[in-house]
């Protein structure tokens, strides 16, 4: 049998594809230290909980596809205290960012279109362009320069007559990288010129340190008509098996238009929903202890790999992953080798090959993205694990042993 064309050229997730050796591993009586994959450690606050228990209903009904209106009030509420106002009727809840990601890209592009994209990006951006038909033009940015963005001249050459959108993550993942208001006002400036949308993925909003400063495109009233802002429980009150995301955007034509994929798979999950109505009526304190938690735990793996010579990495200020450029040539076989071949006290770290995060081929090769996810204790050993493990690797490598 055949398969179709859409499906055979999607990627496979680099985030996961090296998960069975990981089984192996941990088969073996190995522990491995899980930084591959953004799931925080943080507990989800006890009022998600507490509001699907209370649910007393007798019969689980179909929710309206635009989501419950109660979320929906919630995620208003939560938008104000970032200088951003959007009707009821400008908001649409999701399975998750990742369908808001799909459907916008879905609503703004045809097949045969591209969009551009500052690489290295989430990896399903891609998947989810090539289930479509969609090309992603990649805006190369680099670890030597904290990967900020490019000149406008040269982000302005990417455009053609098919480009149809800016899609990008602030703060970025996987690089932890906020970019500043001017960055944001002169992609506004690129997508206003240009008639472009953006499509915004602000599901880090929260997660900013050393006192930068967070702009959302939301913030940007010039372009407000085009902007299409993505959002999501799953990292900012580390419940991501809830699969709650949201679209909000000011182009209300675009909301009616999007809104039509919304009826074609029914509804979101009621219970989830409810739960998640009661996260986004946390006050913005809750922020304050996660973000120094997740600061400190930055610390503690950027000191580490700063210690291990021919590492190239700027600290990042945002989210909660790192992307280090390596002195190895092949990073994915470095990671392949920490979960077959080494390990310290029957220990070892698996870590996300970061070649997949690229568009442009042969870039990533040698570089790895970590989630500082973990408890700050596992995460000093997972770095000092990973620290020793890249010095034996060199070590083995210039020996020619490996």
């Known amino acids: 049998m055949k398969y179709s064309e859409r499906i055979s050229s999607m990627q496979s997730s680099p985030i996961r594809k090296l998960v069975p050796m990981a089984n192996k591993a941990k088969a073996k009586g190995i522990k491995v230290y899980h930084l591959n994959i953004g799931q925080p450690d943080i507990k989800t606050p006890k009022v998600f909980f507490d509001a699907v228990k209370s649910f007393d209903n007798e019969v689980l009904e179909y929710a309206v596809s635009q989501g419950l209106p109660e979320l929906i009030t919630s995620l208003q509420k939560y938008y104000t205290t970032y200088g951003m106002s959007f ?8 399975n998750g960012g990742s369908e808001a990601l799909l459907f916008a890209i879905m609503a703004t592009c045809d097949p045969g279109d591209n969009i ?4 290295p990006f989430y990896t399903n951006y891609n998947g989810f362009s090539q289930s479509i038909n969609v090309c992603i033009t990649p805006i190369t940015t680099k670890a030597e320069d904290g990967f900020h963005l490019p000149k406008k001249d040269k982000i302005q050459s990417l455009i053609n007559p098919k480009t149809k959108a800016i899609l990008l993550s602030n703060p970025g993942n996987p690089t932890g990288t906020v970019y500043t208001k001017e960055e944001l006002y002169i992609i506004a400036e690129i997508a206003k010129e240009n008639d472009l949308w953006i499509i915004s993925d602000e599901v880090y909003r929260e997660f900013v340190y050393d006192g930068l400063e967070y702009t959302s495109f939301g913030n940007i009233k010039e372009v407000e008509d085009r902007v299409i802002i993505i959002d999501s429980v799953s990292k900012r009150y580390s419940a991501c098996g ?3 995301g949201s679209i909000a955007s000011k182009n209300r034509n675009l909301i009616v238009e999007i809104l039509k994929l919304c009826q074609g798979r029914l509804c979101i999950s009621t219970l989830d929903q409810i739960g998640s109505t009661k996260l986004y009526q946390i006050p913005k304190s809750y922020f304050d202890e996660v973000n120094k938690e997740y600061k400190n735990r930055r610390d ?5 790999l700063m210690k291990v010579e021919g590492v190239i990495c700027k600290k990042p200020t945002g989210a909660f992953y790192i992307l280090a450029k390596l002195p190895v040539e092949n990073a994915e076989d470095f990671v392949i080798w920490m979960l077959t071949d080494f390990n310290k006290d029957g220990e070892t770290v698996m870590a996300c090959p970061a ?3 690229y568009a442009t081929p042969g870039l990533g090769k040698d570089e790895i993205r970590l ?3 973990l408890k700050e204790e596992d995460l000093h050993r997972a770095s000092v694990l990973l620290k020793e493990g890249l010095e034996t690797y060199l070590q083995l490598k210039k020996e020619n042993k490996l």
């Open 242 to 244: 809830a699969r709650i």
């Open 87 to 94: 009707e009821s009727d400008e908001i649409l809840i999701t």
């Open 300 to 304: 503690v793996l950027y000191n580490e």
């Open 355 to 357: 070649e997949g995060f």
């Open 371 to 373: 989630a500082y996810i």
């Open 116 to 119: 551009l994209v500052p690489e």
